[in-house]
Structure formats: C-alpha cells, structure tokens
RNA sequence: GGAGGCAUAGCUCAGUUGGUUAGAGCACUUGCUUCACAUGCAAGGGGUCAUAGGUUCGAGUCCUAUUGUCUCCACCA
C-alpha cells in the first residue's frame, strides 16, 4: 500500500504515534514461541526520581539496538524495565525539599511520615524517568516494569539476607567504617571516592613521661589527637628503639598513652612517628588491635566533638582543628607546619569529606562469595566485551574486603533483624515478627536499612520472580548481556554478579558489555556544578530521537569514552534527512501496486545486479560487527552504503529508466531500489527504529511492523561478481571524467562527445545513459580506435576516454599529467612486483590475498600501456 | 605505589582475527538554483598513523621501551 511522506523530515510527526503503535501491538513482550532461542536483557534501574541524562540515552541506546536486531533475527527477546529506589539519593532530594518548602527535618516528621513523603515523591517522579525511557524509543517489555522496592524485590532482598545470615555471611560488627557526616551514614568502600585535597602537616612535640625526651610526631589531622591511645615507631627504628613501651603525655589532653612498635610505620616518610587514633583511621584502628590498644570516639554522628574531646565538645571538625592547632601553639607543642596536598575521602552523594569512625554496623563476609565470582569471569563463563575490563574486575574481586551494608537512612530495605529487650535474643527473618520467638516478648526492628547495590545486586533475578521457581526464570535466566558503563563495574556488575552465583548458582548474564561516558564537546564530564550536561530530551524535541540514538552509536567503540557535539547531531539529523529524501524519490516513481521483493533474475539490469551484489556484502558486513559488539562499525557501514553506494550511485544510475514511463526497464528499476532501500532500512532499524518504520509503511513491506520482519541475511542469490565488477568499471571512468572536467573548469552545462576505446565494448555500450547522465555526454562512441588532435584523454584500467575540447586544452599540460600518472602507475607496478617476487610472501601469505595483488598488477599494467599510448601520441603532436 | 586507556587529516573520531594506494563527519578550496534532498550534488587540498627498537613475507593493527595525556585502584600518618 503505497502512502505518501510528508515533504521534510520531521520527527516529531511520527516518533511518538509510532511508538504508541509498537507498545498497542504489544512488539515488546517476548515472543513465547518456545522454539526461538531466547535473548534477554535487564535493564541497569535508573534512580526513580531521577532525569533522563546523556548516560541513560548511551546505556538504553546500545541496549535497544541489541535487542532490536536480536528480535529481528529470530530472538525471543525480553527486555526488563524497572527503576531503582536510590536510597541516599532519594532521601536527600526529599529532605532537601522538605528543608526548602516547610523548613523541616526527616526528625521532625518521624520515620513513618517522612517514608510516606518519599512514596509519595516516588510515585511523582517515578513516571517520569519511565517515559523519558520511552521517548527514546527503548523497546523494553513495560508489561515486566519492576522496581527495587516493590514486593517481589522486597521478597528476594529478604531471602537473600536471611540466606547469607544463616549461612553466617552476614555479621553485625562494631568496626570502624566511611561515614558521611551529612548523610549521617555509614558507606561501603566502594561508595568513598578520594579527591586530592589541599592541606597541611602539622608536626607536633609528644612529651615522654617522666622525661625532658620528646617524640614529634606529624599529622593531617591534628583534631583526632583527642582520640589518640598510642604513638606508633617502626620496630627497627633506631631512633626511637629505647622508647618502645615507654608513655607519653598526649598534649592538651593529659592522657598518658604507649608507644608501641608496628610494621606499618614506614620510617623514611614525615618524622617516622605516628600518632594512633583507632577510632578515627583504618589503618589506626588495625594497629590498635594488634597492640590491644583502647579506641576513643572523639566525634558525633554529625562530626562534632563529643563528650570525650572535653573542652573542645561541640567544635565542628573544622572548628576543633583550628583550636587545637591554636593551643598546640601556645603550649609550645606545635614544632612546625607544613603545605601538604593529600587524597581525602569523601561521600560519593554529596562530596563532602567522609569521616572514618568505629560504629555497629552489618557485613557481608566476602572471601567465600568472592571465589566463585573470580572463578566464573577467569573461566569465561561471564565475558567482559572489551576484555580489558575483566582485569578490572578482577583486581578488585581479589582484593575485596567486607562490605558493610548497613545504612543509617530510612529509605530503604529495612534490615530484617529483630531485638527482643526482655531476652536479649536478636531474630532475623523473611517475614515480619512481632514477639520474641524465644520469650514472647514484644520486639523491636533493627533501624538501619540496607545499602541500595544490596537490592540491585540482584536484579537479574529477583524482576524475573526469584525465589520463586518461574517461567522467566527458566526461559530467559541467566540474561544474555548486561550493557552499563565502566564506572559502576565495582558498585553493581561485582556484586550481581557474585550474589547469583550464591542464590542461583548460575552466573547472571554471560556477557557484561562495557560502554564509556559521554563527555562535552571539549572533552569534560557532563555534570549539574559544570552546568555542562546536554539534555537528551532537548535534544530529542530538536533534532528526534532517531538523530539522538545515530550521534550515539555512530563513531563509538566499546568501553570508551566518546564526545557529544552539536556537529554530531546534525550530521545525524542530516542522514536522517538523507533517509527521508531518497524514500520520498522511490515512492513518487512508485505506482499503487508496485509490490515487495525483486522481480525475476532474468530482468535485472547490470547495475541492478551490482546493487544487489553490493547490499549483500554489507549484509554480511553488518552481521559480523553486531556479533562482536561493534555497533559503531556496523553503523557506519549502513550509512556509507545507504549515502554513498545506494544515493548518489544507484538512484541516479536508475534515473534514466524511471523517467521513461512505463518502461518494463523502469518498473523493475523501481521494484529493485524499493527492495534494496527497505532490506537496507531492516538493517538499520535497531539504530533508528522511527525512522525506518515511518518509511517502511510508506513502501510495499513484507510485514506488518519493521520491528518484527527479519533481519536480512546474506545470499548466494545476490551475489553477482561479473556484473559488480563490470558496473565498477563504468563507475571507475564516470569519477575519471567527472575529476577531469572539474580540474579543467569545464561547466556542467557544457556537454560534449566522448569516445571510448575498451575491450569491455558492451559493458560500456549499456552504460552510454549514465554517461550522459552523470558524466555530461552529448553522444557516446565506442570506435575501435581514435586518432584525432585536440582531445583530453583519460585513462582508467578498462577503458581511454576522449574528450573533444580543443579550445581548451594545453598541450604541455596535458603530457605533464599523463607523465605523472604513469610514474604513480608504475610505482605501484614497482611495488607489487617486488611483493610478488618476495618467495616469503607467496608462500606464507594466503592465496586470495596472492591472487588480489596478481589481479591489481594485471589492473596496473593495462592502465601502463595505455597511458603510454597516449603519450606516445601527444609527443608525435 | 599498582593497573589500564588514549596518542591516526586543522578539529572530533573510526579502522572487527596483521593483508588493496589509511577512512568518515565537521572545517577548508572550487564549481553547481541537475525536476528526492542546499539538512544537498560534484571535484579537490590536507596524514612519514607520538618516538625508538623488535616479531613477521607483510605492522596504524602484535611485542618491548620511551614521551605526553587521561582514568581507575591502593592510601604514607
């Protein structure tokens, strides 16, 4: 059914209708054709209140471009939606909302009312990211919509706990840990992100007791002095070999503290003492238990000093730091301070300096879950696409340690653990308990929530119905690829990936394919304090999605990192344009009942067959690039073949017999460039689905969605070697005449005979329209030889071209350039030869490869001969 | 301190297991109101593929070192 396009492309007329359309049809929902084999993706959760950004638009760009072309070729693809519930982000925002709008507190609310803010801010905000999803075009199965915090997630986060506190890989511990003092939360390793930081060091005089003897000791943070309980010298320091175990007085404080000997000094760097403050520094807090050493928390939760600091109680870290240097100062105490830069932890949510203190806190024991982590990834089981990144992972699944889980939020998995204060038990459990199963008592819930990556460690399988025995389970369990950036390979791929091997005993997915971020134009992180970010949204209502999607996946290579300029995107409107003008051109010359496919074999002209020939190759081009992950590459070869071979070669190669009416000629021409330009379209569906399913409506189509018509395979029916390579030869002698005119500046307008000498004479008597057509011809004539003066010639392997312009060529000129292409000519020639005489070449080198370089030299000596003609000629003159 | 990426045209980047004369987009030059498209057409200029070695019949591609640059991990107080 033939329709018409409007005249410019204009995304916005259709995007949306289009994906209306998909979504009633129900395209999204796997096929549940039990014999397709099944291809499954999740999505990475964005946060639920968050806004779609240039990372999301990469991530669900890439994905849906494998899931589409999966789909087409035969898959029964499910992708999973969903959205993460982002503990501390989340809570954030609706404090810091809560602070603008009614200058409250999450405390003066209390914890019920402010969860049902946070609800209530999901279920505002939630839609929100899901339809900028949508606008996208992201072909997601929202029918399987999931969400970290929704019952059936819920459920698997508690049979998770419950399994690994059974099994005893789950423990609560009094340690020290990352806090945020602004969150007021404990953090995982992985959340702490270090910042070089400018500050000083101080170096302090530690008085011996009983002694004029002192010890100086340096320090970045002399406020942690009122935690000290020791001074820490290497053991074989002979410096301070006498003093170990005798006390010094700690300044300003009064207290009498050891000195003790520990490895960890290193006693080349600052004075080679170290003050030991294991309430306020791992590696403090590791040498206070090996020397039994006491551990003073000097600071609140918000990291202020606490009781413990005496006069200084109450002093910001900031503030007591100043005050303690102060009185150092004047106590005589303060040897010298010098600039230092060093790396600071802080909090990965809101940047501020993390705090290590010692808490109670919940771990997960990682060793155990560790192993069969690694052993999956080293083995090949899981792929990580590019490869490099598995050594990432690996570095960091070796060296892993406890990850605390606990989180002093209220938005969140609340931790199943309930205290019975009559007893003193304490009860974990998948469902909710109100009395102490051991004494009947009234009980009490643990606080704390668990951290986020907690629930989205399991997303492979808890949004497919885990622990429940289900038919997604076993249809589309493990996924196939899971596609997220370098940058939370620790945070999430780590963890889902060692957390299903221990509940499911599979491996979550067998491929994790690694994108970059996307950058400015000048190369910087996109971020809200730069104000650099680009909207993808805006972008989407500028230029479409398609456009947006093209930008994207156009020039990026795996694990990379890529820029986003406005150049981009315009070039990528601009090929959709191109897409748009060309399917407008194949429609017009279409008639009502022009069907789908190729006519038969026998009617195709010779250019018909080269097309085919040529669409074939990119076929198997394409194909190859998506089964390696290389969706840039076959991008890129679609858009050179749709612009270059299929445009501004074959429809204009075609003009001629669409224009001649009525032509049998004309209809298969028009029958071919609808055949060519739809198989083409299939192929670039996954990258721009609206597009291509606007213009495949329009044509005579073989189904009744592009989304569901098969992905094009290569055939051995469309190969047609002789007539390819007939077809370059006409094509190779139009570019000769094109460049030859152009340099000699002659008009387009002015068209003139040309006479070709060839042994190719009916190849080139065929092509005589394109000649006229393309290469501005009056008259072709295919004489067996020509002898006349005043001619330009051009030479090409196939064919001499001659051209009649008398009145405007240099004789001289002329013969400096014949003379220059032969000396090309024959330094090719040159080149060739001496690879072919080289014994090692055509010995080791593959055949095809021999016979390329053979046919090329074959191809090289034709032109030789030829150009020495012609020369030949020109000096006789 | 450890690991990794990147270095190719003026700019931004492709270049799949080594195999034509190294490509694209943008920018630049010249010409074109050719009846799909000026978001276009045609022609053109521009690169010793960071440097030095090595492996190979053959290296932009693999190996080693160097330089520059970016990132991640570790954290020496």
């Known amino acids: 059914m033939k329709k018409e396009l409007a005249k410019t492309y204009n995304p916005k007329e259709f995007e949306d209708r289009i994906y209306k359309e998909w979504c009633d049809k129900g395209y999204f929902a796997p096929d549940p054709d039990k014999s397709k084999p099944a291809f499954s993706v999740v999505i990475p959760p964005p946060n639920v209140t968050g806004q779609l950004h240039m990372g999301h638009a990469l991530d669900e760009t890439l994905q849906d471009i494998l899931v589409r072309s999966k789909r087409m070729q035969g898959f029964s693809t499910l992708w999973v939606p969903g959205t993460d519930h982002a503990g501390i982000a989340t809570q954030i925002k609706v404090e810091e909302n809560l602070r603008v709008n009614e200058g409250l507190t999450r405390y003066d609310l209390g914890r019920e009312a402010f969860l049902e803010r946070v609800w209530d801010w999901k279920n505002k905000f939630g839609s929100r990211i899901i339809s900028q999803l949508k606008k996208l075009g992201t072909s997601c199965d929202w029918s399987r919509e999931r969400f970290t915090m929704d019952e059936g997630c819920s459920k698997a986060v508690r049979e998770v706990f419950v399994n690994l506190y059974e099994k005893g890989l789950i423990y609560r511990g009094h340690r020290i840990i990352n806090w945020c003092p602004n969150c007021r939360t404990a953090l995982s390793d992985a959340e702490v992100e270090y910042s070089e930081q400018a500050g000083h060091f101080w170096h302090i005089r530690y008085p011996v007791k009983d002694s004029d003897a002192f010890l100086t000791i340096a320090t970045t943070r002399p406020e942690t002095l009122l935690g000290d309980t020791a001074v820490a010298v290497h053991p074989e320091d002979e410096r301070y070999k006498d003093l170990v175990g005798k006390m010094l007085i ?4 009064g207290r009498e ?3 003790v000997a520990d ?7 600052g004075t080679g003492c170290v003050k030991i403050t294991p309430a306020h520094d791992p590696n403090d807090f590791e040498v206070g238990k090996r020397h039994s050493l006491p551990v003073i928390r000097v600071m609140n939760d918000d ?15 900031e503030e007591a730091r100043r005050a303690i240097v102060e009185d150092l100062e004047k106590g005589g105490f303060l040897v010298k301070v010098e600039d230092y830069s060093h790396n600071v932890g802080t909090c990965y949510r809101c940047k501020t300096n993390v705090e290590p203190l010692t808490s109670d806190q919940w771990f997960v024991k990682m060793e155990p879950l560790a192993k069969p982590a690694l052993e999956v990834v080293k083995n090949g089981t899981v792929k990580f696409e590019p490869e490099r990144f598995s050594k990432t992972y690996i570095n960091w699944m070796e060296n892993v340690h406890d990850w605390c889980i606990s989180r002093q939020l209220w938005w969140g998995h609340r931790i199943p653990a309930f205290y019975c204060d009559a007893c003193g038990e304490m009860t974990v459990s998948k469902t909710d308990l109100t009395a102490c199963p051991k004494c009947g008592a009234p009980l009490r819930q643990e606080e704390d929530v668990l951290d986020t990556w907690f629930s989205s460690a399991l997303w492979p399988f808890s949004t497919m119905g885990w622990p429940d025995d289900t038919e997604d389970l076993r249809r589309y369990y493990p996924t196939s690829v899971l596609v997220t950036g370098y ?13 299903a091997m221990e509940h499911t005993g599979k491996e979550p997915f067998s491929t994790v394919f690694i994108h970059g971020l996307v950058r400015d134009a000048q190369g910087r ?5 730069l104000g650099n970010g680009i909207d993808p949204l805006e972008i989407i209502e500028e230029y479409g999605a398609d456009a947006l999607r093209f930008a994207l996946a156009s020039g990026n290579s795996p694990g990379n990192d890529m820029r986003f300029s406005p150049e981009k995107i315009e070039a990528a409107r601009n090929f959709a344009n191109k897409l748009w003008n060309a399917s407008r051109f194949v429609l017009m010359n279409m008639e009502e009942d022009t069907p789908y496919g190729l006519p038969d074999v026998s009617l195709l002209a010779t250019e018909d067959k080269w097309i085919l020939s040529r669409f074939n190759k990119l076929v198997k081009e394409v194909r190859l690039a998506l089964d390696g992950f290389e969706l840039g590459v076959a991008l890129s070869a679609v858009y050179d073949f749709s612009w270059d071979v299929f445009c501004d070669w074959y429809i204009e190669l075609t003009k001629s017999r669409l224009y001649d009416k009525g032509s049998e000629s004309g209809k298969v021409a028009v029958r071919v460039l609808g055949y060519v330009l739809v198989e083409t379209l299939k192929l670039l569906h996954p990258y721009m689905p609206f597009i291509t399913e606007e213009i495949y409506q329009a044509m005579p189509h073989d189904e009744e969605s592009i989304m569901i018509s098969a992905f094009p395979v290569a055939s051995d029916a469309l190969d047609f070697p002789v007539e390819e390579a007939e ?37 080139f008597r065929n092509a005589e329209g394109f000649f006229m057509k393309l290469a501005g011809a009056s008259e072709v004539l295919l ?18 071209v001659y051209i009649p312009l008398a009145d405007m060529i240099d004789l001289d000129k002329e013969k400096e350039r014949l003379a220059k292409e032969l000396e090309k000519t024959e330094g090719e020639i040159l080149r060739i030869e001496k690879k072919l005489s080289n014994e090692g070449f055509v010995a080791k080198a593959p055949a095809a490869v021999v016979e390329g370089e053979k046919a090329k030299l074959a191809k090289y000596r034709e032109t030789e001969a030829k150009l020495r003609e012609e020369l030949k000629k020109l000096e006789n003159i």
């Open 257 to 259: 503290i050891p000195i």
């Open 783 to 800: 004489p067996d030889t020509y002898e006349e003066e005043g001619a330009v010639s051009i030479v090409t392997s196939a064919a001499t």
């Open 263 to 269: 490895e960890y000094v290193e006693k080349d760097f």
């Open 303 to 317: 990291a202020t000093i606490n009781a413990e600091g005496g006069k200084y109680q109450g002093l910001t870290r």
């Open 250 to 253: 700690l300044p300003l404080v």
């Open 487 to 499: 940058d939370i390979i620790f945070f999430w791929v780590a963890r889902m990936i060692f957390s």
């Open 727 to 763: 077809m370059e030869k006409v094509l190779d002698a139009i570019r000769a005449i094109r460049a030859r005119r152009a340099e000699m500046n002659v008009l387009p307008s002015r068209r003139t005979k040309l006479f070709i000498i060839t042994e190719s004479v009916d190849t």
């Open 525 to 529: 992180k996109m971020s809200k304090s």
